[in-house]
């Protein structure tokens, strides 16, 4: 008994330890700025940017302007993500979408707020829905086929629920 309950012990502690660990090139695609480049381009990713986080939030959408798309929740204790994109103009002409995900899930959030921010960031540029990034990978999120239930700078919080900002 005692080293059955050792041994699930250890096996827990085994998925937990990897839990905060995210790929280098999630990362990368996370925290690189998207930044359009004229009105027509802006218009375009941010009605792609709309169509993302209805497709994959499980929160319905609270809020949908010209600079902020952002859903309902977290609910208490739950792991789904809840949304804040924001646009933003720049004094060049451009303008910067910014990409902010977090949950309250005392386990971490489902799905990881990097890959859903890596996710986002490549569908908003041009990554067809269900085709291939370039590089060859697949998208890092699946739309949960529900229905639709940051700032300039972007944050995402951490595996343990902590903001960091990008």
Same mark, same amino acid.
């Given at each position: 008994m005692k080293k059955s309950l050792l041994a699930m012990l250890c096996v827990a502690a085994?998925?937990? $330890?990897?839990?905060g660990q995210v790929d280098p090139d999630v990362m990368q695609i996370a925290?690189?700025?998207l930044t359009? $480049?004229?009105k027509t381009e802006c218009d375009v990713w941010w009605q792609r940017a709309q169509a993302w986080? $209805? $497709?994959?939030s499980k929160y319905k959408?609270?809020?949908s302007t010209e600079t902020l798309i952002q859903t309902a929740g977290p609910d208490g204790g739950k792991r789904a993500l809840a949304y804040q994109i924001t646009r933003a103009a720049n004094p060049d002409g451009t303008a910067t979408i910014g990409f902010a995900a977090h949950c309250d899930g005392s386990m971490g959030c489902k799905p990881n707020p990097w890959e859903a921010g890596a996710d986002f960031k490549q569908y908003v540029r041009g990554a067809a829905a269900g085709a291939q990034p370039s590089g060859g990978k697949p998208p890092l999120t699946e739309p949960n086929g529900a229905h639709p239930d940051a700032m300039q700078g972007q944050s995402i919080p951490a595996a343990n629920n902590e903001a960091v900002t990008q």
């Open positions: 085994a998925g937990c $330890s990897t839990q925290t690189t700025p359009c $480049s004229n986080v $209805s $497709s994959h959408i609270e809020a």
